[in-house]
Each structure stands twice: as C-alpha cells, then as structure tokens.
C-alpha cells in the first residue's frame, strides 16, 4: 500500500502548482484524503481534506480561497491546487489517507497512511 505524492517544486510568489497523490497498493475510494504541510522547522500541520465520496472539502483558514483539494476515484488520485502561493507556503506536502474526515481534521484518532512527502519552495 503505497501513497505517492509529487508535484512539488520551486515557484515565485503569486505562482501555481498542482500537488497529486496517487495510491496504489489497495483502493482508496472508501478513505477521506488529505493534505499536511510541515515547514522547517515546524510540526506537520492540516491543510486540506475531502469527504470519501468528494462531496465535503475542508481548508485550514491560511489557504482558504487559494488551494483547492479534489479527488478522481476512478484514478485513485488526490490532488491540491495551490494558486496565489506565498513563501509563508514553503513546506513539505504529505499526503494523507483516513476511515475519517475528523482523524484528518483533529488527529483524534491514528492516520491510517501517509504518503512520502513534496516539497514546495515559494521564492519573494
């Protein structure tokens, strides 16, 4: 079972760019996906999440309006679209899969995989 994220790089401020998280291994239609960025530095934080079925989305307020979470069942792919990136964004990116919405959101309970993480660097 396998979560690979990519999709990272370097960008100028203002710029875009498009994570993705490609599972394998098993089907992942039934889990809740999502996204954590850790800057150096700094303890893995909760930037995105949809709902199993991608009907619900959540944000973090610090990307609300900018990132855009969404999902291909068929593809067993999670991808984040980060527009209007600001160096404050600078951080690795995992990728995440849960039974729940709430273990994404809260961490009230153990994340059931992790992918290996992107990195995106966000110039001035």
């Known amino acids: 079972v396998q979560l690979q994220a990519s999709g990272g790089g370097l960008v100028q401020a203002g710029g875009s760019l498009r994570l993705s998280c490609a599972a394998s291994g098993r089907t992942f239609s039934s889990y809740a996906m999502g996204w954590f960025g850790q800057a150096p530095g700094k303890e893995r934080e909760f930037v995105a999440a949809?709902?199993?079925?991608?009907?619900?989305?959540y944000y973090a307020d610090s990307v609300k309006g900018r990132f855009t979470i969404s999902r291909d069942r068929a593809k067993n792919t999670v991808y984040l679209q980060m527009n209007r990136l600001k160096p404050e964004d600078t951080a690795v990116y995992y990728c995440?899969?849960?039974?729940?919405?709430?273990?994404?959101?809260?961490?009230?309970?153990?994340?059931?995989?992790w992918g290996q993480g992107t990195l995106v660097t966000v110039s001035s």
């Open positions: 995440a899969a849960a039974t729940t919405v709430s273990t994404l959101l809260h961490r009230d309970s153990p994340i059931d995989y």
């Open positions: 949809i709902s199993w079925d991608g009907g619900s989305t």
